[in-house]
């Protein structure tokens, strides 16, 4: 009788086995059926083929993670809506407050813009300017292009990263996927894929607008991204840019940009034991005053770091300053 019971015993073990490696494996299948799902609590498992054998590995395996507050003894941050520093060779999140908290992101938003342009279209492809480029929004920052202009991508990106022009932004968006709307459905499209859940995106330029957030830990995966293009590399080091587009006479314009990042123009000094290598600021009342950089270290470590809503131009840098003093 014990024998039949263990008989019956391990074919129903092997039963549920069975069962199980069908639904996790399609058992001896190519696929699985754990796809990276946004909306999925096991969302953070891809699926890879090591020498012929199967194994699940985290989404996040090549990733820093940040899950909470991470204190660091070197860094002591006030009256800051946001902050976290990333080793991104080791991994590892050096410090973090509120870096899963949503916030306004205003011309930090221009880093998906381009990631998006990047990935959607090419460099030398010609954009024209449409009625929508005429923003009034007291305040805003913008290069003056009027209805007919035209230039390529890869000037407008220019303009868009150091000068964070919001009126090349729509042009931007309108030239390479033909309006707002569907710009901004695949710069939310992107977010997802990245892993970037916490965020959502309304428009392409950060202006303040209902349902435009973002978390400082979805704006490394962005920036992260988009340090992968030798362009967006290129443009986010430069201090000036000159250049020449075509009016909507058909008469050629001129129009040179400086950086608005002030460790790059010698506005602000860069930290003594790092070299800011570029990034990307942004600031509006509802935001404050917010900045993203790529620094590295005197032995080349790569690191980012995210300042998010503080209170003026001056205390964003210091607090910045303060954060990359964490790298040693």
Request: glycine share 8%; aromatic share 8%; proline share 2%.
């Amino acid at each position: 009788m014990k024998c039949t019971n263990k008989i019956i015993s391990k074919k129903a073990v092997c039963a549920f086995f069975m069962s199980f490696c069908t639904v996790l494996t399609g058992c001896g299948a190519d696929g699985y059926d754990m796809p990276y799902d946004s909306n999925s609590q096991v969302s953070s498992f891809q699926l890879v083929q090591i020498d012929d054998s199967r194994t699940a590995e985290p989404f996040a395996a090549d990733l820093c993670v940040v899950s909470g507050d991470i204190a660091n003894a070197d860094v002591t941050l006030t009256d800051v809506g946001a902050a976290a520093l990333f080793d991104i060779n080791g991994l590892d999140t050096l410090y973090a407050i509120n870096a899963n908290e949503q916030v306004n992101p205003a011309s930090l938003t221009k880093v998906m813009t381009a990631l998006v342009a990047l990935k959607h279209g090419s460099a030398d492809q010609m954009l024209t300017a449409s009625e929508n480029v005429v923003i009034t929004e007291s305040g805003a920052q913008l290069c003056g292009l009027k209805p007919g202009d035209s230039m390529t991508l890869g000037q407008a990106l220019h303009v868009l990263l150091l000068y964070s022009a919001n009126d090349v932004a729509v042009m931007i968006a309108e030239g390479v996927s033909g309006s707002v709307a569907n710009f901004v459905e695949q710069m939310n499209e992107e977010a997802a894929a990245l892993g970037a859940t916490n965020c959502h995106f309304a428009n392409p330029n950060g202006l303040t607008e209902e349902g435009h957030y973002v978390t400082a830990y979805d704006l490394y995966l962005i920036f992260q991204e988009a340090l992968k293009y030798d362009l967006f590399n290129e443009i986010i080091q430069m201090p000036t840019y000159s250049m020449t587009y075509t009016g909507s006479d058909g008469n050629e314009k001129t129009l040179e940009v400086n950086t608005t990042n002030q460790y790059i123009n010698g506005n602000h000094d860069m930290p003594e034991n790092v070299t800011v290598i570029g990034g990307k600021t942004g600031t509006t009342k509802a935001a404050g005053h917010c900045l993203i950089l790529l620094a590295r270290s005197s032995s080349g470590n790569p690191y980012i770091s995210v300042i998010m809503n503080s209170a003026t131009t001056d205390e964003m840098y210091q607090k910045m300053t303060d954060l990359l003093n964490a790298v040693h």
